[in-house]
């Protein structure tokens, strides 16, 4: 038996499977297709303020290029290319790690040989070589700081121009930030501040060397090496990360982020980061990416993993910028992500919310495992795609307690030559009696060159639990462009506002700061996409 | 202001206007009627600049200006304003957003500042008082479940806003009750002023009655077949449109 209560089989058999009972007649479904409709939200008088924020930024906003695509000329130590036992080795040794992640990584890459690539998801993705990539790479005199002076001033540029503050004593808005640039965390702020009250933030191998009883217990628990094609790759040679743990009944006093850009050329970023809110905790946890632009393709193969105990709840967000390739699909990054939650104790709580706007492919479906009674699950997402991009991305909820929730709100907006798709499951198992889901997913396509598909999948195994699933697809009406032009709104302002006020559910989740990075970068990604 | 000559324009290759003549003064109320298909629609979304329809013969100007090549945006922010006869939804959109984008255009057009967010709302509620619309449209998206009464005073209200200096309202009384229809006439008349012209496009005379036009022209077939003063809506409505064809020579 595993840890968690439930075999590693289990786990394995939470793949998308065939089971899919659409119209199962014991089960309460309800389907409704094609129903088009958008949520009015109401807009107090007050939220103006934060409105004319926004909509000062897409004002300023004019350029339509990538513009995190600079490459920081910065020294790097990495280790040879390709994979092998050697080489998973070699990594754990440069890390100083102990045996039991030795162990760990081994087993992951034994298990991974004997795995093939996914292919059933909605993508064309050619062939990765994976004995061309450096799997290990560190800026030159990284390996530790003391104090932030001690950061190479080179370094601490690239993330002022990512807008990642450094320097504490700048940084107002009180977001703790871990940043991982390549293979290794840069900088954690906050630290101390934060463990005042017991929480620990700091980079994985910080961790691995210093809570080794927490990682030998969670590591893997919810992920486990063998899941998946990349989560097992992952775990073989998996660099650097975040980890995060908030103690018994501690709100955690401000946003946790961590911001990864993959920097050095032909390699790929393999991050692993963990979240454990124990009993009656809190956090809120941020992720953002960037890459430089190149013209070949970088794979980032990451896995997350959230541990909620009793009542505790945590909200994960991510911004994802990877760099999408240009406007003829050459370059980007291939986004294959693990991502799982898994509400252990009754009454908790996890909640994704993701705004994906970069890679040139997507591959990518946070779930939660609702294991404790009356847990609740949420998903809200906002995958773009312009161009050449394919995203194929989604949710799993896994009802395994009694009286569980799980929320979906999936909005897709397909642009240019690319193709979108949701695929989601929601499994009810026998267990999980009085359960409920209701999934919402909405599609918007600019232009008649894109594509945009929902796959959704339901197993329902007991007769009280409801599943709803609603699903919308709509295109920006010429008539609407008019509409708005007659009032003298041009019709790049008027897809703007269109698109703003489409995504405004899932944005509007997202932290403040947060918020208005991912207008902003909805402004840029759909730039040049009217016409 | 408006000067319209031998305009002529068409949908798919298929004429609908088959050259119109009008010419509207600054602080005048013209009525364009007309039976279904004579091109009334086609008029007011070839003057705001809809793409949909070619225009393949004729001028207009506009205060000096050939209104034609303007985009659509440009008349709009110059000052001309179409009341929709079906007025869009926009999903997502709340109509305050969506009026201080408008709005901020219209002044930034006029080498103004935008208005502040208190500013703004201050607007807004003046103009919803004057024009008689209920606050809670405003909080909602642009037009989305409104009644077809709501969308036809919520056009109105944008009116309102926007102090067009020629506004176009194209069967704006269709499918409004008759207390709606006051409400909306009472809402044009508030904002009438010296300088600014409306061309009100309607079907029946009762309209009239409560915006009282300067002229009337009978759109029939693509071409203006009688013009003017506000008698000849009295004598439509006794007669019908069969005496229009009648006079033509046509059974």
């Known amino acids: ?531 | 202001m408006l000067t319209i000559k031998n305009l002529k324009a068409g949908i798919n290759g298929k004429e609908i206007l088959k050259g119109i003549d009008i010419f509207v003064k600054e602080g005048e109320v013209h009525a364009i009627m007309g039976p279904n298909g004579s091109g009334k629609s086609t008029l007011a979304a070839v003057l705001a600049g809809r793409e949909l329809f070619k225009v393949t013969e004729g001028e207009v100007s506009y205060f000096g200006k050939n209104l034609l090549e303007m985009k659509p945006e440009n008349r709009a922010r110059a000052g001309i304003f179409l009341g929709f006869q079906y007025p869009i939804e926009i999903p997502g959109v709340s109509m305050v957003n969506f009026m201080r984008a408008a709005v901020n255009e219209h002044r930034k057009f006029r080498g103004l500042n935008p208005l502040s967010s208190s500013d703004f709302l201050k607007l807004m509620r003046e103009k919803k008082e004057l024009v008689e619309i209920d606050s809670k449209l405003t909080n909602r998206s642009v037009n989305e479940g409104f009644s077809g009464g709501e969308k036809k005073k919520n056009e109105i209200f944008q009116m309102a806003m926007l102090e067009p200096k020629l506004a176009i309202l194209d069967e704006t009384d269709s499918g409004l009750d008759i207390d709606a229809l006051r409400v909306v006439a009472n809402g044009v008349n508030k904002l009438k002023t010296k300088e600014n012209s409306t061309i009100v496009i309607t079907h029946y005379q009762r309209l009239l009655d409560y915006i009282v036009p300067d002229f009337v022209h009978v759109l029939y077939k693509g071409r203006i077949v009688k013009s003017a003063g506000k008698e000849l809506a009295f004598e439509l409505e006794e007669k019908g449109y069969d005496w229009i064809k009648k006079e033509l020579g046509e059974e």
């Open chain 1, 1 to 531: 038996m595993h840890p968690l209560g439930f075999t590693c089989g289990e786990i394995a058999s939470l793949s998308w499977g065939k089971q899919i009972d659409l119209l199962g007649k014991n089960h309460k479904i309800k389907i409704k297709k094609n129903k088009i409709k958008t949520a009015s939200k109401q807009v107090p008088e007050s939220a103006i303020d934060m409105e004319n924020e926004n909509d000062n930024i897409i004002n300023e906003v004019t350029q339509g290029e990538y513009k995190y695509g600079f490459v920081t000329d910065i020294e790097s130590d990495s280790i040879p290319k390709g994979i092998n036992e050697d080489i998973v080795r070699l990594i754990s040794e440069k890390k100083n790690e102990p045996a039991f992640m030795l162990d760990f990584r081994l087993k992951a890459y034994r298990k991974w040989l004997t795995m093939e690539m996914p292919r059933w998801a909605h993508l064309k993705i050619p062939e990765i070589n994976y004995h061309d990539i450096i799997y290990y790479s560190i800026p030159r005199q990284a390996a530790k700081y003391k104090s932030i002076d001690e950061v190479d001033p080179v370094l601490k540029d690239t993330f002022n121009k990512l807008g990642i503050p450094l320097e504490e004593q700048k940084h107002l808005a009180g977001v703790a930030v871990d940043a991982v640039m390549d293979s290794i965390s840069v900088k954690t702020t906050f630290k101390e501040t934060l463990a005042e009250s017991g929480i620990i933030f700091c980079s994985m191998s910080e961790a691995i060397k210093e809570h080794p009883d927490l990682i030998k217990k969670y590591l893997g628990s919810v992920v486990p090496y063998g899941d998946n094609y990349f989560a097992a790759l992952n775990s073989a040679v998996f660099s650097d990360g975040s980890f995060v743990y908030i103690p018994k009944g501690i709100r955690c006093p401000m946003e946790l982020s961590t911001y990864f850009r993959i920097n050095a050329a032909n390699t790929g970023q393999f991050e692993r980061t963990l979240i454990i809110a124990d009993d009656e905790s809190y956090v809120s946890y941020l992720e953002g990416c960037t890459a430089p632009r190149r013209d070949e393709n970088q794979l980032h193969a990451a896995v997350v993993e959230i541990i909620a105990l009793e009542h505790a709840e945590v909200k994960y967000s991510t911004v994802q910028n990877w760099y999408p390739g240009d406007k003829n699909g050459k370059g980007g990054i291939y986004n294959f992500v693990t991502k799982r939650g898994i509400c252990k104790g009754d009454n908790s709580k996890i909640s994704w919310t993701q705004v994906e706007t970069g890679s040139a492919i997507t591959w990518k479906y946070p779930g939660c495992i609702l294991k404790g009674n009356n847990s609740t699950g949420e998903f809200f997402s906002v995958a773009v795609t312009n161009n050449y991009q394919q995203a194929d991305t989604g949710t799993k909820m896994i009802h395994l307690g009694a009286n569980t929730k799980s929320r979906i709100l999936s909005k897709g907006i397909s642009a240019g030559r690319s193709n979108n798709s949701y695929r989601g499951l929601v499994k009810m198992t026998k267990n999980a009696e009085n359960s409920r889901n209701f999934s919402q997913c909405d599609s918007l396509l600019l232009g008649d060159k894109c594509g945009a598909h929902t796959f959704p999948y339901i197993d329902v195994q007991n007769k009280t639990s409801i599943v709803e699933h609603e699903a919308t697809t709509s295109k920006i009406g010429e008539d609407q462009i008019f509409y708005c032009n007659q009032r003298g709104i041009s019709t790049e302002d008027a897809v703007g506002l269109i698109v703003n006020g489409y995504v405004k559910e899932v944005i509007n989740r997202l932290p403040m700061e947060f918020a208005v990075e991912a207008q902003k970068l909805l402004q840029i990604s759909l730039e040049g996409s009217v016409g």
